[in-house]
Each structure stands twice: as C-alpha cells, then as structure tokens.
C-alpha cells in the first residue's frame, strides 16, 4: 500500500501549480481523501477533504476559490491545482486517504509531502 506524491517547486505570486498523488495496492475508489499542509513553525492543516460517497469537498476558508481537487478513481489519482498562490501558501503539501476517516490527522495512507514555495 503506498500513495506517492508529486507536484510542487518554485512559483511566483500569483501563480499556479498542480500537486498529483498516486495510490498503489488499494482501490482509491473506497477512500476519503485529503489534502493538508505545514507551514514553517505552524501545525499541520486540513485544507481540502472529501468522502467518496456524497460527493462534496470542503475547502478551508484560506484557500477556497483558488484551489480545487480532484480525484480520478479509474486512474486511482488525486490532485489539487492551485491558482492565484500568495507567499502565505508556502508550505510543504500532504495528501492523505482513509477509509472512514475524514479531514483528519490520524488518515491512514499518507503521501511523502511536496515543497510548495512562492516567492518573487
């Protein structure tokens, strides 16, 4: 069971990148996903969830508009494009999954973490 992620890098204000987590051994079909990140010195934060059986995703208030996920369970992926980035979103970037978990630290599969920076 592995969820490996990939995306992030470098970008300016203002702009846009797209983070992309794939499972392996388990159907993604059957799980709750989640998107958080850390920032330098700040507690890990929920900053998009949704349950795979009622089709809503919930965004924190601090990205909602700018960042949307996504998940392609025929390709067993998720992602979050992001746009509009601001220096306020430098941080490294989880996706999680769990089966009956939702929006929370304790989500099963988790992948690696991706460095999302924005800076001039």
């Known amino acids: 069971v592995q969820v490996v992620e990939s995306g992030g890098g470098l970008v300016q204000p203002g702009g846009s990148l797209r983070l992309s987590c794939t499972a392996s051994?388990?159907?993604?079909?059957?799980?709750?996903i989640g998107w958080f990140r850390q920032a330098p010195g700040k507690e890990r934060e929920a900053i998009s969830c949704?349950?795979?059986?009622?089709?809503?995703?919930y965004y924190s208030d601090s990205v909602k508009g700018r960042f949307t996920a996504s998940r392609d369970n025929a390709k067993n992926t998720m992602s979050l494009q992001m746009s509009n980035l601001k220096p306020d979103d430098t941080a490294v970037y989880y996706c999680?999954?769990?089966?009956?978990?939702?929006?929370?630290?304790?989500?099963?599969?988790w992948g690696g973490g991706s460095q999302v920076t924005v800076s001039t």
């Open positions: 999680a999954v769990d089966r009956s978990r939702s929006c929370s630290n304790g989500m099963e599969h």
């Open positions: 051994g388990f159907s993604l079909h059957y799980y709750n």
């Open positions: 949704s349950k795979t059986n009622d089709g809503k995703t």
